[in-house]
Structure formats: structure tokens, C-alpha cells
């Protein structure tokens, strides 16, 4: 068996060196990606559809819904919700990986360790995870996502990215796991051509949000975690209103002057759903589970 991708260790490093430097200075960090990348290659016989918009100006989704959420057994935040609707297909808030288009690409595989990463999830329970090509990842657009990658020999694994495969991995291609790529060929090959495409999976876990490490008053970085479809915005509430927060690479939005910190969350998927959270209380690194979940399509 071949060694293991020699860019492994910059991701491990590159996540350790975000979060130390978050600590010190956020203001300054992130941003969009750049204008030039090139598209993902759709395999052949697909049609590639307009590319999708987000942020201030675009059409948002209806106004949330009143209809309260099932009382669970334990105390959890509060969360009203406005789902898309399931048969449309449309997903006006995607950036580059879109639903109903297969990609093409390679996958590879690193040593994926605990599974924590560039998405600063944390360790993974599922070891069934990849890495984006850094322009697919789209500044942690792709973060969170559950992609179906198949093999040309039939096989398949469904991966969910949780970190950054840098240049020169190219467009198309995923960096997955040991265990994922054995899913797919034997690990001595080293890479093998694959197709993939974005997945919205059934699952029971509900939606968790946690507030980073140093977050305060002054200061503050938000996360969703165990969301079913991509996270397109998240927006807290101040005395003006909604406001819509950046997220850079690390995956978490952050709200640099503190506004909005401690108060209601409120997350859009790439389908345009919004899920309005209230009860998550402003303490950092601890993962708050919610009652919601986006909508499957």
C-alpha cells in the first residue's frame, strides 16, 4: 500500500492554527472565494444548471411558522421553522455542489485520524468522511454535506465532508478517509475516477449549535452541527432586525463586534428553509442540541 497523501498533515495543522488565531483576531479573517475558480465538471450527459445566489438581495424563504414544536422529554431550545417546498427540487441558496447534478472527479485518501478537520466539527462518530477539493469546499460551503460518491466498478460509500483538501487536489476531486476509499477499490490503487453528487439523507439526529471558543459579549462565532442539507446562512437576531453573518473557512459565523450574540439563531439551508432557534444560551465550545431538523428532498 502506497503512503498516505503527503498534504495530510497540513490539514490537521491548519485547523489547529485557525482556531488559535480566532482566538486572538477574527475581524480580518475569511472571506468569499475566489471569483476564478473554475466549475465542477458535471459527468457527462448532465445538464449544469444557472449557478445559485446567496446572501443580502437574493429572495428568501416565508416568513417562519407559528406552530410551536413538539415538547421533548429534556429541556431544549426553542426553534420554528419554514420549509421549502419538498417536490420543487429547487435550491436557490447552493453555491457550487448543487442537487440533481453528478460531478466528476478522483478520490483519494488521507489519514483521517479522529475525523475532526478544517470544518472544525470536532471528533467524528462516523468515520465515513471526506475532504473537499478546496474549490468545491467553497469557503465551508460544503461543510456538512452528505455526498454519494461511486466508483467505476459499481461501488459506493456515502461520505460527509468535514474538511479541506487543499491544492492541488483539483475540482471533482474528495479526499476520503481509509475506511470510505476501501469502500470504493483496495487502498493500493491510491485513487480511482469517481462520480458523486449531493445527497439530503434520512436521518433522526436533530440539528445542535455551538458557540466557539472565546465567544462573548464583545465577540462571537456561531456553528450548526448535524444539519441534513447545507447550511447556506445563519442570522441572529438584533434590536435591528436579522443580520446575516460571514463565515470563513473554519465553518463558523461569526459576529465581530457581538451583536446578536446570546440572542435567537436563525439557519437557512441551500433549499431556503429557515429554522428560527431561541434558548441557546452563549457558552463556548459546548454543543446545545435544538428539536429541528431541515427537510429531506
Known amino acids: 500500500m502506497p503512503p498516505l497523501h503527503p498534504r495530510r498533515p497540513w490539514r490537521i495543522a491548519f485547523a489547529s492554527a485557525v482556531s488559535a488565531v480566532v482566538l486572538a483576531s477574527v475581524a480580518g479573517c475569511g472571506g468569499p472565494s475566489p471569483a476564478w475558480h473554475a466549475a465542477p465538471t458535471p459527468a457527462a450527459g448532465t445538464s449544469t444548471p444557472a449557478v445559485g445566489k446567496s446572501g443580502p438581495g437574493f429572495p428568501t424563504a416565508a416568513a417562519d411558522a407559528t406552530t410551536p414544536a413538539t415538547t421533548p422529554t429534556t429541556a431544549r431550545p426553542s426553534a420554528t421553522g419554514s420549509p421549502s417546498p419538498k417536490s420543487s427540487g429547487v435550491a436557490p441558496l447552493a453555491g457550487r455542489i ?43 460551503k460544503a461543510c456538512g454535506a452528505y455526498v454519494l460518491v461511486k466508483a467505476a466498478n459499481g461501488n459506493s460509500v456515502t461520505v460527509r465532508i468535514t474538511n479541506l483538501c487543499p491544492l492541488p ?8 478517509s481509509p475506511q ?41 462565532g456561531i456553528q450548526a452541527i448535524g444539519h441534513r442539507n447545507p447550511v447556506a446562512l445563519l442570522e441572529v ?11 470563513p473557512e473554519y465553518n463558523y459565523f461569526i459576529s465581530a463586534n457581538g451583536s ?3 440572542g435567537p439563531i436563525r439557519i437557512t439551508d441551500i433549499y431556503g428553509e429557515k429554522l428560527t432557534i431561541s434558548g441557546i444560551k452563549l457558552k463556548p465550545d459546548v454543543v446545545q442540541p435544538t ?5 429531506r428532498h
Open 169 to 176: 487536489c483539483a475540482p471533482g476531486q474528495i479526499d476520503l
Open 98 to 140: 448543487r442537487p440533481n447534478v453528478t460531478y466528476r472527479g478522483k478520490a483519494t485518501f488521507y489519514d483521517a485520524g479522529d475525523g475532526g478537520g478544517a470544518c472544525l466539527f470536532g471528533p467524528a462518530s462516523d468515520l465515513m468522511i471526506g475532504a473537499m477539493n478546496q474549490t468545491d469546499y467553497e469557503s465551508a
Open 291 to 295: 428539536r429541528v431538523q431541515f427537510a
Open 260 to 262: 446578536g450574540c446570546g
Open 237 to 247: 437576531r438584533t434590536s435591528s432586525g436579522w443580520r446575516q453573518l460571514p463565515r
Open 180 to 220: 470510505a476509499f476501501a469502500k470504493l477499490a483496495n487502498r493500493s490503487l491510491g485513487e480511482v475516477p469517481i462520480t458523486w453528487k449531493l445527497l439530503s439523507p434520512s436521518m433522526s439526529d436533530t440539528i445542535s449549535i455551538r458557540y466557539k471558543v472565546g465567544s462573548s459579549q464583545w465577540w462571537c
